[in-house]
C-alpha cells in the first residue's frame, strides 16, 4: 500500500519471519545524553500510497515503535511514546528516541533504533475538522 524510497544501505528489515515490524536503522553519527531527546534520520521516505489498495473509509498510516531490548537493556525509547507517520508526509522519516538511561547514548550509522509497521485506520465519524490537501513538514507541522 505504501511506495517507500530509502537510501542504499538503509533499508528497513525484518529481522524473522514472523516479525511484525521491520527495524529501522540511523543514517547517522549521534549522541544522546541522559535525560535528553534525540532526531534520529532513518533514510527511509514515504514515495506514495496505492490510495486504489485502501479501502473506503480508512487511512493508511506508518507507525514508529520503540525496539524492547534497547528499552530494557539501555534505558532508550521513543519521546513520543508511538510515532504516527501520516500518508502525506513529506519528509524523511526520524525517530525521536529519548535516553532514561544514566549515561550518553552514542548511536552509529546502521544501528537499528526502532521498528517501522504499516496500518489501516478506520476514519471516525463526524471528525472532519478543517482538512488541507498541503503538508509542509513533520514534528508538529498542522499545529501545537
Known amino acids: 500500500m505504501f511506495?517507500?524510497?530509502f537510501r542504499a544501505g538503509f533499508e528497513p528489515a525484518y529481522m524473522t519471519a514472523a516479525s511484525a515490524g521491520a527495524d529501522l536503522k540511523s543514517t547517522s553519527?549521534?549522541?544522546?545524553?541522559?535525560?535528553?531527546?534525540?532526531?534520529?534520520?532513518?533514510?527511509?521516505?514515504?514515495?506514495g500510497v496505492e490510495w486504489e489498495k485502501v479501502p473506503e473509509g480508512?487511512?493508511?498510516e506508518?507507525?514508529?515503535?520503540?525496539?524492547s531490548g534497547?528499552?530494557?537493556?539501555?534505558?532508550?525509547?521513543?519521546?513520543?511514546?508511538?510515532g504516527t507517520i501520516d500518508a502525506d508526509f513529506p519528509d524523511e522519516i526520524c525517530v525521536l528516541l529519548i535516553n532514561l538511561g544514566k549515561e550518553d547514548f552514542v548511536i552509529e550509522p546502521g544501528d537499528r533504533v526502532a521498528q517501522l509497521v504499516a496500518n489501516l485506520v478506520p476514519r471516525l465519524p463526524d471528525c472532519t475538522g478543517a482538512l488541507s490537501n498541503t503538508r509542509h513538514?513533520?514534528?508538529g507541522s498542522t499545529g501545537i
Open 70 to 82: 534497547l528499552a530494557f537493556k539501555k534505558q532508550i525509547t521513543l519521546a513520543n511514546g508511538v
Open 58 to 60: 480508512f487511512i493508511p
Open 62 to 67: 506508518l507507525q514508529i515503535r520503540a525496539r
Open 29 to 47: 553519527n549521534l549522541v544522546i545524553p541522559p535525560g535528553t531527546v534525540g532526531r534520529v534520520p532513518t533514510g527511509v521516505f514515504i514515495e
Open 137 to 139: 513538514g513533520g514534528f
Open 3 to 5: 511506495r517507500l524510497r
